[in-house]
């Protein structure tokens, strides 16, 4: 019904940059809420930034005034502007979305995920 494409990732030394992209297709109404999530080996998944249908933000305190949510609607993509890595930030990052399959039909997908390394 819907599938989402995360591209992306990679190796990265630490303070570095990347930008990570997660692109919705099948047939759905319009898309709620889009968040991005990440986990490293041994340890639970973390809500890393979200955003919703107004375009509102938020973010994990772990992130903050570093990493940067953004979507187009238009192209049904979330966008992650990561800046300043650490190692800590190394982990694989799943995209979710929240899509109106119908008015009244809201179906939660999920992406394969993309590995974001930080490392010298």
């Known amino acids: 019904q819907v599938q989402l494409r995360e591209s992306g990732g990679g190796l990265v030394q630490p303070g570095g940059s990347l930008r990570l992209s997660c692109a919705a297709s099948g047939r759905f109404f319009r898309i709620n809420v889009m968040r991005w999530y990440r986990q490293a080996p041994g340890t639970q998944r973390e809500l890393v930034a979200g955003i919703n249908s107004g375009n509102s933000t938020n973010y994990a305190d772990s992130v903050k005034g570093r990493f940067t949510i953004s979507r187009d609607n238009a192209k049904n993509t979330v966008y992650l502007q990561m800046n300043s890595l650490k190692p800590e930030d190394t982990a694989v990052y799943r995209c979710?979305?929240?899509?109106?399959?119908?008015?009244?039909?809201?179906?939660?997908?999920w992406g394969q995920g993309t590995q974001v390394t930080v490392s010298s």
């Open positions: 979710y979305a929240n899509v109106f399959l119908r008015l009244d039909y809201l179906y939660d997908s």
